[in-house]
């Protein structure tokens, strides 16, 4: 193992789905020969591509699931995460991003800076994480690779620059121009895997003298010694480039452009030099883990092999070597055999086997240190622990997880599939923080709930392959929230006198909104008034109310409820007592603390030719659709909006059929906001109904 | 002050119907700040603003709404008055892509559709530098065909540009002053931002009379 850590790069590669970047992550395995064929993702041989472990990820051609691998290029070792494109699955995005030092960004020569790419870019932008571009698909028709960096530029405010210039484009493509040594790069044999340097083409040289110019001046803004040497004149060694592009980067100052066709084998070996060359290895990066011992105060971790354990647990799979956890070491040595602690759970777990990934394929390994990714088996544990050795008590910086949106009932179809179904999703809600599952109480019936239609899609598919458990589907349901806007005071007595011993429990106070928090009690009894052993009684009979609103049975957000009077019975008062009465004054102050109930707010971006700009906006409008913004990008007009979830239902279908499947859309959750009067009322009418009929 | 004769609210005073307004300063100084306070103020009285973002993204422009009503509502939620966001579009052009005839194109599908009907336009970031005054003439047109009520529009001026009109509008726009009916110019004096109105055809609102604003948030002041 390759124990310099200068020499390590863990690297995701995210982008726009069908950007190709499951083709570019098997080119990469191809060359560097982790693997000895190629197989493309809906290729004729139906073996897939190599990342593309899940079936249904094999069916449908997208990935779902990062799955890890490493490869080793020239004397660097690569761990890739390669991530899931749709915007429903981004918590497998934000996930690799954040145990990932650097990344690649895929885009497609002829799609360019889609809605999906801002969003990925979003994402990398809040982890911090450096990152070259590639542009794909130079090999397709319309292929513009200096369109696309422009919209890097434009769309993603990212300081852009080509470090090759194409040898011809769309089915022209034979190479590229290395602007850095100036020099002709084609991949010659039956997969491209020969390269051969030769010198640019006449017809190209005077373009390419000028766009290495326009490089070498921006770029020498980063480094005073290439800025002396271009002054002076004469040739510039290329390291002195190499630094400075690799000191812009790694400062997130500036993008390298890289660009190819990994389905035609072109330009995939010199974005491996990109990594090598620019992204940062684990000692160029600063992560932060959180002192459990010192009230969370943030530390950075030292990457030092020799100093206590610390790792991250960021995804777990249940696969056919049992069930696999994928760690990112941060600092400290781990060998097979050795104890390990789980920070949330306090539990200690022994080590037997550690691997590295390859895809669905691992290799055995005896120890790994600081800066690697690996997979652990058998250990019991959570997406998101940390692991450290006894000697430490720390957690790394908790993630940014979405809640939940949408949520649908799943009945399975007989017992056998009831069993599978609690299999499946145990194992589920434990990979994916994102996905839960519950029981509701009422109808009996489990509830699954996760971030878009096609997020819950994937999981009941998984299901049916995986697990065999056949289960009937409900309709999708909005998840909704119910709010107070107001102060309103309580003050209940519950009393029971109806033989055997009495209950009997006063409470008084009053219930306000609360932003900082979902929910907040307040204990401001003087005097004893209410019992000490009472006041917990009382937090929960409120915590209880919360739990389904008044209004339409959604769970009660944003609230303070504060006591600060009351009566107690020394015979006839007990613990149920008071939670009933706390029961009774939330019912009691409720309904006058204006409650509303709000919904889950989309940030929807439509993308598509600007002839279909008014009839996207009119199908927004009639969703009840808040349009914020419309931008213009060439050909193409981009529509910001914030919808109502319930209300994006079948949108895709709608969208294709107005703009003859010109337009793309992509949500993500914003906000929860009050629904308006008329949908508030319909929602309270058919929850009395329901209520009604048991 | 004479610029709010009738209201203790000096924005009313200058936002009245049929303007074609200007408010120019020198780079950084809050051109948009007084944009956005123009456009809120009519957003709040239940009109429809379209928010034109020359060289800007939507993001940027959104977020200059969202400071500003953050601080005239003291910094509660903004998210409590989504409505009277319902009442602004913003629409985004590339330096090079803006012209009256292209902005025409693009919002008159709303229009007539019944989608967005703005009675107020902001126009933030249009180049008086390099459009001439045919240009200006040909986007005042269309903003009239439009049946825009009132029309904001920023501009920089530069210190070394001592270049004015007679009504003391400074370059770029001095040549084309008589297109607009109200001329605001910020001006740092000293300790206090001010805001003076160089030409206002407003009745009761003179040439002269003075603003002033909040040099930490920009947001014009409430007369006493």
Redesign the interface.
């Known amino acids: 193992m390759n124990k310099d850590l200068n020499k390590v790069r863990n690297i995701g590669i995210s982008a726009h789905i069908d950007s190709g970047k499951t083709t570019l992550t098997e080119r990469i395995l191809f060359y560097t020969n982790r693997i000895h064929a190629i197989h493309e993702v809906r290729g004729k041989d139906g073996v897939g591509a190599k990342m593309d472990s899940m079936e249904l990820e094999r069916e449908r051609g997208i990935t779902i699931q990062s799955a890890a691998t490493y490869c080793t290029w020239e004397d660097i070792d690569i761990n890739i995460i390669d991530t899931p494109g749709h915007v429903d699955f981004t918590v497998e995005v934000e996930r690799a991003l954040r145990v990932l030092d650097g990344a690649v960004l895929v885009l497609c020569s002829v799609g360019g800076v889609q809605s999906q790419s801002i969003t990925v870019n979003r994402q990398m932008t809040r982890y911090n994480v450096p990152r070259i571009a590639f542009v794909n698909k130079c090999d397709r028709t319309g292929a513009n690779p200096m369109k696309v960096t422009q919209q890097l530029r434009d769309k993603l405010q990212l300081n852009a620059h080509m470090l090759q210039l194409p040898i011809g484009l769309e089915n022209d493509l034979v190479g590229v121009i290395d602007l850095v040594t100036m020099k002709a790069v084609y991949n010659d044999g039956d997969n491209g895997e020969l390269i051969r340097i030769a010198d640019i083409p006449a017809d190209m040289l005077e373009e390419a003298k000028a766009k290495r110019e326009a490089l070498l001046e921006d770029v020498s803004m980063f480094s005073e010694e290439l800025m002396e040497a271009i002054l002076e004149g004469g040739d510039i060694d290329p390291e002195l480039i190499h630094a400075a592009i690799r000191k812009g980067t790694l400062s997130l100052e500036l993008t390298p452009v890289f660009m190819g066709s990994a389905y035609k084998n072109k330009g995939v070996q010199a974005l491996l030099d990109g990594v090598r060359a620019y992204l940062p290895c684990p000692t160029d990066v600063t992560n932060m883990a959180l002192d459990l011992k010192n009230n969370e105060a943030e530390f950075p971790v030292t990457n030092n092999p020799e100093d206590p354990l610390i790792m991250l647990a960021f995804k777990l799979e249940d696969g056919r070597y049992g069930q696999l956890t994928y760690v990112r070491t941060y600092q400290g040595t781990l060998k097979k055999g050795d104890t390990i602690y789980n920070g949330r759970t306090g539990k200690k777990v022994k080590v037997g086997r550690l691997c590295r990934m390859h895809s669905d394929e691992m290799e055995e390994i005896d120890e790994c240190g600081s800066g690697d990714i690996v997979a652990l088996f058998g250990i019991d544990c959570a997406s998101g622990d940390t692991f450290t050795s006894e000697d430490i008590n720390c957690s790394m910086t908790s993630m940014h997880i979405p809640e939940p949106v949408i949520s649908l009932a799943v009945i399975p179809v007989d017992n056998k599939a009831q069993i599978n179904m609690s299999k499946a999703l145990n194992r589920f809600t434990k990979e994916d923080p994102t996905f839960k599952s519950y029981v509701d109480h009422e109808t009996g019936e489990t509830i699954i709930s996760g971030m878009g239609e096609l997020h819950l899609d994937v999981y009941i598919e998984r299901m049916k392959r995986e697990y065999k458990a056949e289960v009937q589907v409900g309709a999708p349901q909005v998840a909704y929230r119910e709010t107070i806007t107001g102060r309103a005071d309580f003050n209940y007595t519950h009393k029971k006198q109806s033989g055997g011993s009495g209950q009997f429990g006063r409470v008084g106070g009053f219930m306000e909104p609360f932003e900082e928090g979902d929910y907040e009690f307040a204990d401001q009894i003087v005097g004893g008034v209410i019992p000490r052993e009472y006041i917990p009684s009382c937090d929960k009979g409120f915590q209880k109310s919360l739990e389904k609103g008044l209004l339409c049975g959604a769970p009660v957000v944003g609230i303070r409820c504060a006591i600060n009077d009351g009566a107690a019975h020394s015979v006839d008062s007990s613990d149920i007592a008071f939670q009933l009465a706390a029961i009774g004054a939330f019912k009691e102050g409720y309904i006058k603390a204006k409650p509303v109930i709000m919904e889950p707010i989309m940030k929807v971006v439509v993308e598509g030719p600007s002839e279909f700009q008014g009839a996207v906006m009119g199908s927004i409008n009639q969703r009840r659709g808040m349009i914020i913004g419309t931008s213009e990008e060439g050909m193409y007009t981009v529509v910001e909006a914030e919808v109502p979830l319930s209300e994006m239902f079948g949108y895709s279908t709608t969208l294709r059929s107005l703009t003859q499947g010109k337009a793309e859309f992509t949500m993500e959750f914003a906000s929860y906001k009050p629904v308006p009067k008329g949908v508030s009322e319909e929602l309270i009418k058919k929850y009395q109904a329901e209520k009604k009929n048991g | 002050m004479e610029a709010t004769q009738n209201t203790e609210n000096p924005l009313h005073a200058l936002n009245i119907n049929q303007t074609m307004g200007l408010v120019m300063a020198r780079a950084g100084l809050g051109k948009t700040a007084i944009l956005v306070q123009l456009a809120l103020d009519c957003m709040l009285m239940g009109n429809k603003v379209l928010?034109v973002s020359i060289g800007e993204?939507?993001d940027k422009?959104?977020s200059w709404y969202d400071d500003i009503l953050s601080l005239l509502s003291d910094g509660e939620?903004v998210?409590q008055i989504?409505e009277i966001?319902?009442n602004r579009?913003?629409?985004?052009?590339?330096e090079t892509?803006f012209s009256g005839i292209k902005l025409e194109e693009?919002l008159k599908?709303?229009i007539?559709?019944d989608?967005?009907q703005p009675r107020c336009m902001i126009i933030d970031g249009y180049d008086f530098a390099d459009n001439g005054r045919d240009a200006l003439v040909e986007l005042r047109d269309v903003l009239n065909r439009l049946g825009l009520r009132q029309v904001w529009f920023s501009a920089v001026c530069h210190r070394d540009d001592g270049r004015q009109s007679a009504l003391g509008v400074p370059s770029p726009c001095h040549d084309v002053d008589d297109i607009f009916n109200t001329v605001l110019l910020i001006n740092p004096a000293g300790d206090t931002m001010r805001l003076d109105v160089l030409k206002c055809d407003i009745q009761g609102v003179k040439p002269g009379a003075l603003l002033t604003l909040d040099p930490s948030t920009m947001l014009i002041q409430k007369t006493a």
């Open positions: 928010h993204t939507v422009a959104k939620k998210s989504p966001m319902r579009m913003i629409m985004t052009f590339k892509g693009r599908d709303l007539e559709q989608i967005f």
